[in-house]
């Protein structure tokens, strides 16, 4: 099992940047890859971006791309997401995954075994 802690959600204003974190523990050579997904209210969860755990792949949804960026922190077992220039539409409750067995389809929901419980990310114009 991967026990997945997820920190760093806030309120900003449109324009500004925050920074999630997510650690994970337990079994995590097992991991594969990492993922974060954001669900706002009355909406579907969807992908946000991902990351291979080796570090060397990373993965955006094009509502996103070039704004946030995802990393590794290989000494702490943590991933981060990076997100800048936040618009109202990025408020969400944000989830931490993790994937324990190999797919390429990062950007799929249910190819994820664990999940964090998830924090709010508000976002005022």
């Known amino acids: 099992q991967v026990q997945l802690v997820e920190s760093g959600g806030g309120l900003v204003q449109a324009g500004g940047s925050l920074r999630l974190s997510c650690a994970a523990s337990?079994?995590?050579?097992?991991?594969?890859?990492m993922g974060w997904f954001r669900q706002a209210p009355g909406k579907e969860r969807e992908f946000v971006s991902a990351?291979?755990?080796?570090?060397?792949?990373?993965y955006y949804a094009d509502s996103v791309k070039g704004r946030f960026t995802i990393s590794r922190d290989n000494s702490k077992n943590t991933v981060s997401l990076q997100m800048s220039s936040l618009k109202p539409e990025d408020t969400a409750v944000y989830y931490c995954?993790?994937?324990?067995?190999?797919?390429?389809?990062?950007?799929?929901?249910?190819?994820?075994?664990?999940w964090g419980q998830g924090t709010q990310v508000t976002v005022i114009s």
């Open positions: 337990g079994l995590t050579f097992s991991i594969n890859a």
């Open positions: 995954a993790a994937q324990t067995y190999y797919t390429a389809q990062y950007h799929l929901s249910n190819n994820y075994n664990s």
């Open positions: 990351i291979t755990w080796s570090g060397a792949s990373t």
